[in-house]
């Protein structure tokens, strides 16, 4: 049998059609379904690839919350099936959290400065389901990262990314023109009754297209485009990591027609990105724009640069000179949310200063409100006071369930794969990159548990994949030297 030598990549990149070499000894077996009488055989990354394509299906039917732990059930299977499993580089870093969110449960009996004691079993539900989604997520990754280019390329996961970016784009437009569009969930009809109506299964059950809220000075309800997510806010965070991957896997790897198709869409998503009145998504792409054009110009694209920065300048023009522009202007002007957000901030950095190395397991609410601690819920006001530490943004929620250890672990991962992968000069290292700086930022305004943690962390078993087949391809050092005895180092670190 004839080999092909596939072409040396440029130096820090890795062409996306060459094959990684799989890990030694082991290899994932085709899933195969074997009904009596006939047989049908699925492709080996199928729980990947249902997790994506029908994600619309899974937000329709109520379980999106519960997807991922779901599918992460056959990869595992898959996984142990196949023998050893392989890590990505910092994956001690990544463990040493998931040790505290279990060590963290020691804590939820305790009450943290200025929030309410904590009672009944709703706090051990909800770290229960907690460690679920940080589990299932550490899953989905170590089986992107163990799957091989025949199982499942890297530049098909791409367009699986960029699907799901056509996706919110469509549910942005349909949440942004008809917000009290909504419907309760099928699974609703067959649920019993003690458990639908949980307070969190039952917002599970009441699907809706956008969330409805006051924001803009003089209007009665700004309607804020969250399909196909529950919160506009997982929207917006999910949208601005989608689009990057819809960008690179439809614009920059696609062909003419998807090419076409890739920038008509991302023009397209300009609509509802505006109407979600997303500050933190309008920073985030603030951010991708600034940093893509450095990542260009320290590889001198200028001729690339050039097209950003006038892709940039059309689409300002567009947002001044249409309504756009008025809504984007009034909501810089509205920061109705900052006294909240602020006084949640600092009572989740008061909360790890009284417990700092395990915190108190999961979120609590606070005393009163952000004005006063006489002003909490009641009957003739629901919508008063007691909003829970942890939930404006996923670094507060580890400090408060986790305390720092949790929150410099966190850290400690995705900054530890900023720095690793940074000589990948290639479209999914700096998009790759660009998703871990993202998920960084947004830990400030956002949440980051189901799928913003998975995109996450599918994005580093992305990276990781295109490291371990640039240094495959790589010249090899001679013997005897420096580099050579570094390059034998981490050959044999990451086997």
Known sequence: MSTVTPPRPARGSAPVDAAVPPPAGARLAPAVVRPKGWSLRLPTAWPLIALFVLYPLWWALGVSSFVFVIFAVPMLVQMVRRGPVRVPPGFGIWLVLLLWLVLSAAMLGLTAPNTLPPGGGGRYIGWAIRLANFVSMTVVMLYVYN????????????????????????GGWLGSLFPTLGFVAPLRFILPHSIASQPFVASLMDVKFAQVQQVLEGEASSPRPSAPFTYTNSWGENTAILLIWLIVGW?????????????????????????????GLWIGLGISAVYVAVRLALRGRMVVLGGLALA??????????????????????????????????????????????????????LIGSNRSIAIGKSDDCKQCGNRELGSNGQLWALLVGQGYVG????????????????????????????????????????????ATLAYGLISVALLARNDRLRRALAPAPPRGTVAGLRARLEAAGNN
């Open 407 to 450: 929150a410099i672990a966190y850290n400690g991962f995705f900054l530890f794969c900023l720095w690793r992968y940074r000589r990948d000069h290639s479209a999914i290292g700096i998009a790759g990159s660009l998703v871990l700086i993202l998920m960084l930022f947004f830990q400030f305004t956002y949440g980051a548990l189901e």
């Open 312 to 365: 940039v300048g059309l689409i300002g023009v567009l947002i001044v000179a249409t309504p756009l522009g008025r809504t984007f202007d009034e909501r810089l002007q509205n920061g109705h949310s900052d006294d909240i957000r602020t006084t949640l901030s600092e009572g989740a950095v008061t909360a790890a200063n009284h417990s700092p190395i395990l915190g108190y397991g999961g979120n609590r609410a």
């Open 251 to 279: 614009v920059v790897l696609g062909k003419p027609l998807r090419r076409l198709a890739g920038v008509a869409i991302a023009l397209a998503a300009i609509f509802p990105i505006i109407y979600s009145l997303n500050r």
């Open 147 to 170: 799957l091989g280019e025949r199982e499942l390329s890297r530049r098909r996961i791409v367009r699986l990314f960029g699907f799901m970016g056509v996706v919110v784009v469509i």
